[in-house]
């Protein structure tokens, strides 16, 4: 079995490869090709801690087989200058069913979250959009801006961050990685203004994206808020998009961002909810005008997960990174 830190993870599985991989199991997921139950989430009831299992099996020639995520959400990791997502990815032998890699799962998350936020931004924000607002300035923020950079010509990029510091700390990396326009905003409301792409990472129940400051056009991806009870943007705000999702049925179970609006009486219950990959597919035409807002709602999936896990595993035996060890009886 070979296990890898998230340095190597991260050296194995680029921008690039991350969104094609992203972007190939979103339609293997939409055409049936995965089987996934919705991921289980305990709680201790003694602090604010989640810890999530997520298992699947994936179908195809490549990245595909049974895997798991197993992720522990530890909020009280921020003020220790550590990840608030910490766990593993596992992939096993289609065949033998060995355990064959065992790697970081927060460097998995970081990429393939924001990959897969750059395939539905691919897919449903205007052509020409390129003002970007970045609400949240952690892990998801960097990989987001990473990730969108290669999709779209930024012209600017604006980011808010409820810590100044935190804020600052952002733009000096940002500057010396993305050859672009990077301005800190004084409330969620000024990142916002005139953005026709927006990504909001911030883990919240108060929600910090209202329905007026968003313009027409803008494309939103929001992953921040990935259990229930956690929201981003306020019904309003959900109500007045299209809503795009990675998993219908993850959504309508998992997230209060889908239900805020049906339960305040914005939207009815039987909205539609395209999948990602059902426009991949063809089979959902997307965006339908340039000022329509649309809004793709991130909750992740273990096939995400898996597929990365397998890709992370063959690279690394191409680049020779990891360590091996012998996990058989």
């Given at each position: ?16 490869e ?9 339609r ?34 490549d ?52 990959a ?8 449903l ?12 300035a ?14 779209r ?21 940002a500057?010396?990685r ?152």
């Amino acid at each position: 079995m070979l296990l890898l830190n998230g340095d190597q993870v991260r050296q194995a599985f680029p921008v690039a490869e991350a969104y094609r991989v992203m972007a190939e199991v979103m339609r293997r997921y939409s055409a049936g090709d995965v089987v996934q139950p919705v991921r289980t989430v305990l709680g201790s009831g003694r602090d604010a801690s989640l810890f999530g299992v997520m298992p699947c099996h994936v179908t195809g020639e490549d990245h595909a087989g049974y895997g798991l995520k197993a992720v522990l959400h530890a909020p009280g990791n921020a003020s220790r200058g550590l990840p608030t997502h910490v766990g593993v990815v596992m992939v096993f032998d289609p065949g033998t069913g060995q355990p064959l890699a065992l790697m970081e799962g927060a460097a998995v998350t970081a990429l393939r979250t924001a990959a897969a936020s750059a395939v539905a931004t691919d897919a449903l924000a205007r052509p020409d959009a390129g003002d970007l607002a970045l609400i949240g300035a952690g892990t998801q923020a960097r990989s987001h801006l990473l990730a969108l950079d290669g999709i779209r010509p930024l012209r600017r990029v604006r980011v808010w961050n409820r810590s100044a510091a935190r804020a600052e700390e952002f733009l000096k990396w940002a500057r010396s990685r993305v050859d672009v326009d990077i301005e800190p905003a004084s409330t969620p409301a000024h990142a916002l203004h005139g953005a026709d792409l927006v990504c909001t990472t911030v883990d919240t129940t108060d929600p910090l994206v209202r329905a007026a400051d968003l313009a027409d056009g803008v494309h939103v991806n929001a992953v921040g808020s990935s259990v229930p009870g956690k929201r981003e943007l306020t019904a309003s705000a959900v109500a007045s998009c299209s809503v795009f999702v990675d998993s219908r049925e993850g959504a309508l179970r998992e997230s209060s961002e889908i239900s805020a609006p049906v339960e305040e009486g914005l939207v009815p219950a039987g909205r539609p909810l395209p999948e990602i990959g059902e426009v991949l597919l063809g089979k959902h035409p997307g965006r339908t005008g340039p000022a329509e807002r649309t809004l793709y709602k991130s909750l992740g999936m273990a096939a995400q997960d898996v597929a990365s896990g397998f890709a992370v595993l063959n690279a690394a035996r191409r680049l020779g990174i990891g360590t091996e060890t012998d996990f058989t009886c």
